[in-house]
Structure formats: C-alpha cells, structure tokens
C-alpha cells in the first residue's frame, strides 16, 4: 500500500505550472513540477529547461525547513526530480502576499519607488482567479463569500508571518534580500496548511549587495538567464542539483 500510494494514478488538474495527480490514497497528491512558465494571468507561456527541477527541488528544500521550524506543510517527500508526494489539502482560494520591500503591483498601485522599505511588512490578500487577474480583495470579502473564515484567515496571517521570520534570515545568510512572495494555504484534516510551493516563480529576491533579480521577474521582464538566476539561488542556500 505504501509503495502503491507513491504511483500516480490519474490526473486531477494542469495548472500553468503544475500537475497534480491523485494517489492511491486519498489523502495524498503528487505535484509534478514542468518547464512551463507562465506570466501576465498565463497570457505568456514558455518552456525553461529544467526549470521543474529546480523548482521542484527548491520547494522541497524550502518546506522542509518550514517544517523544521514548526509550520505545518503539505510536504511529505521528494519523489523524483519533477515530483513531490503533498498532502491532499482542500485549497482555499485567496493569495496571502507579504512584502518586505516594494515591488510588483504595489508600486504600480500606488506609485512608490521600487525597493523601498516597508515597515512593518505588509499582509495583502488576492483572489485566485486568472479570469479576472487575481484581484486584491480583503478579510470580510472572504468571508463574506465564504472563502475562508475568520479564524482560517487569523491563521494564514500568522503562519505567512512566521514564514516571513523563517525566510528572511535564511536568504540574508546567503546574501539575498527576500523582497516579498505569495502563499496558498488549504486544510488538511480540519487544519489550515501550506500547500501550493515556495520558489523564485512566487516570490522576489535581488541579491543582497548589487540588487540584481534573482526571480521570475526576469522573466515578467525579458531580463534572460532565468533558470540560471533560479539555480544561482539553489546553489547559495545549499539545495542539490544534479548536473
Ligand atoms: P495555477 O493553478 O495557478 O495555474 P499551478 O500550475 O501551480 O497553478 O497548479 C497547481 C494547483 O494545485 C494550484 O491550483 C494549487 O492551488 C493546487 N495545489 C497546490 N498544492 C496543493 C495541495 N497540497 N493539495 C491540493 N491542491 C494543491
Ligand atoms: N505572485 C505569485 N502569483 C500570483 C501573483 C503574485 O506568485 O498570481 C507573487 C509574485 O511573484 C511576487 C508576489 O507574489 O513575489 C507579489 O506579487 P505582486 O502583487 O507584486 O504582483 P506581480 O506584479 O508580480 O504580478
């Protein structure tokens, strides 16, 4: 049973990214990471070589030290290059972003100088809907619609702070600045749980002493050398790849 629930059985959902297949048992999934990226609302689409790899390896480098620390993760194991064994987790649709540093839409919303300090970081939540391009929505609307509650929603804030704590240090150690990133959190057996993935498609770092870009904003940008900026980051925090 335990080798069987590590096959992949059918698949449940291609997302721009990802695809997600159920298991044996229905408590688990396994996420396949692929080259593609996409930006804009998956208006562009390109493949990367080894990108999933990457990203694969790095997500599970990073929740794994998420879950040292003590944030409950959907992270059960490393699978292959490409694939991860997860907690099956009923996702809830609303983004938990926190920024460290301006960038992205909030300069673009406000008009503020990219790279600025924000102190304290800022919470900000976005409704996962590419048709209407991931609108910034706030507490009452998602519980108004019943998208999370409001203890749901108390949690997530927490844990994408304490993820906040965590994250910020290791990258500091390896040189980066962690600008800002986005989480996706689901339940699991009646708690909440962060699911989804942590790498450079979902969050911004610029090197700590030259700011370069270390992230998908290459991409967003046409800036080149993405994979090689995403596998810069690996390799200063210590996460293995094969050649
Ligand atoms: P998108 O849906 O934005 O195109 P992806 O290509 O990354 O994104 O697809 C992965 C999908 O799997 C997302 O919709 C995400 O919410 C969902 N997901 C991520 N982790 C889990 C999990 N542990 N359990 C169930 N669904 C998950
Ligand atoms: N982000 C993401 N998925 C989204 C929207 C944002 O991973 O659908 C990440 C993005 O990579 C960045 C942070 O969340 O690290 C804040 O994004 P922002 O609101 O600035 O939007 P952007 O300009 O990146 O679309």
């Not at 721009?16 to 998956?42: C, H, M, Q, W």
């Not at 292959?80 to 064994?85: F, G, I, V």
């Not at 972003?97 to 939540?125: D, H, I, Q």
């Not at 962060?194 to 904003?217: A, N, Q, V, Y």
């Amino acid at each position: 049973m335990e080798n069987q629930s590590m096959e992949k059985q059918s698949e449940l959902y291609r997302g721009k990214a990802k695809t997600v297949y159920t298991t044996a048992d229905p408590n688990f999934l396994i996420l396949e990471f692929r080259d593609d990226t996409s930006a804009f609302d998956g208006e562009r689409i390109e493949q990367l070589s080894r990108k999933g790899m990457v990203n694969n390896r790095f997500n599970h480098f990073i929740m794994s030290k998420l879950a040292a620390a003590g944030i409950p993760t959907q992270m059960e194991r490393l699978l292959s290059d490409t694939e991860c064994l997860v907690k099956k987790l009923d996702m809830i649709p609303v983004e938990c972003v926190v920024r460290n540093r301006a960038a992205g839409s909030l300069v673009r919303r406000l008009g503020v100088e990219e790279g600025l300090e924000l102190n304290p970081p800022t919470f900000e939540l976005f409704l996962k809907n590419d048709a209407l391009h991931d609108p910034m929505v706030n507490e009452t609307h998602a519980i108004a619609f019943g998208w999370a509650t409001a203890e749901q929603l108390a949690e997530m804030k927490r844990l994408t702070f304490a993820v906040n704590a965590v994250l910020k240090s290791l990258f500091d150690e390896a040189g980066m600045l962690l600008v800002d990133y986005k989480l996706e959190f689901g339940v699991f057996e009646g708690t909440i749980v962060l699911g989804d993935e942590f790498s450079p498609d979902g969050c911004r770092l610029w090197d700590k002493e030259t700011l370069t870009k270390l992230d998908k904003d290459r991409f967003r940008q046409g800036l080149g050398g993405v994979v090689e900026a995403y596998e810069e980051v690996a390799k200063r925090l210590g996460v293995e790849l094969p050649a």
